[in-house]
């Protein structure tokens, strides 16, 4: 009984941490992300596969908006390099914004961005004029004092009318 006592305790514990930083932990979390980003910003814009790569954790995964999933640092920058090369190459990309940030244990954040990339079709060749809105999830682990992405989780944002739609949403285009 005591057992459960404590593993209910400790749980609770953990949870209210979870929940209630400590002061000043989210302004550090927000500069901390806002760099990660500048960073993957100007690497992307500079089709710099191989800094991008950088940026991930070596076992890393990327699931992209086509649901394709790469796994580890190399075959990430693989793809990357294969993106940058070609459909990507000479694209300018607009900045990444922070939609939601939080903090789920002490060396790792949930970073959740507004994003745009040009419209790609099903021949890899992309539509420079047009962009799809889209939400990219990363999860970031602190290692040796740098944030790295651990997994990277993007997602095209659907024209929808439906009662819990996001008001980006709204609309069909």
């Not at 990363?138 to 790295?148: A, C, D, P, S, T």
């Amino acid at each position: 009984m005591n057992y459960l006592r404590n593993v209910l305790l400790t749980v609770a514990a953990g949870t209210a941490m979870q929940a209630s930083p400590s002061p000043g932990t989210v302004p550090d979390l927000r500069t901390a992300a806002e760099d990660f980003l500048r960073n993957w910003d100007a690497a992307w814009n500079g089709h710099d596969a191989h800094s991008l790569a950088l940026l991930h954790t070596s076992d890393a995964v990327t699931v992209n908006r086509f649901g394709s999933v790469v796994e580890g640092r190399d075959a990430i920058e693989q793809a990357l390099a294969f993106l940058h090369n070609g459909p990507f190459n000479h694209i300018a990309f607009p900045a990444q914004r922070i939609q939601s940030l939080r903090q789920v244990a002490p060396e790792t954040i949930i970073l959740r961005t507004k994003w745009q990339n040009p419209v790609m079709n099903s021949d890899g060749s992309v539509d420079r004029e047009k962009f799809n809105d889209m939400i990219v999830t990363f999860v970031l682990i602190r290692k040796g004092g740098e944030w790295k992405a651990s997994e990277v989780d993007l997602h095209n944002v659907e024209k929808m009318d439906l009662p819990f739609s996001a008001p980006e949403q709204k609309g069909k285009p």
